[in-house]
């Protein structure tokens, strides 16, 4: 991949696991990642490889061809407890600033936003058309 010529192999496969940490990351509440929530990160990673931003194209193609076995691999080595295993997901995460930077601040602006939208994604994984019934939502000028 052209986009990954500046990394290592290494670099590579760390910068792949992002999805995974993130999607991981979303689903801590409990500390740990249920099968609702599992199913959405993985299909929310194929929705990906066709409506991301042009620039990270290349990612997603390449992050979806492992992120099932990424996700399994990291959901089984981090630790169970919700803090413990957020404190290890964010201390990975920060290794990939490093990684991002020598994509380029374009690169690595678009990459964090992208990222949002799974956290955002994943998070909501247990919203369901219930809900929107039971809990009302706030529209800004029609209700108070």
Known sequence: MKTFENLNQNEISMLLKFPAYISLLAANSDGKMDEAEKKEAIHFTHIKTFSCDPLLSDF???????????????????????????????KELSKLEHILNKLGKEYASTMYRSMQSFTEHVSKAHNNVLEFFIIPLYIKGLTA
């Open 60 to 90: 997603y193609k390449e992050a979806e061809k492992v992120f099932l076995a990424n996700i399994e691999e990291l959901d089984d080595s981090l630790p169970k407890g919700k803090n413990e295993r957020e404190m290890a997901i964010k």
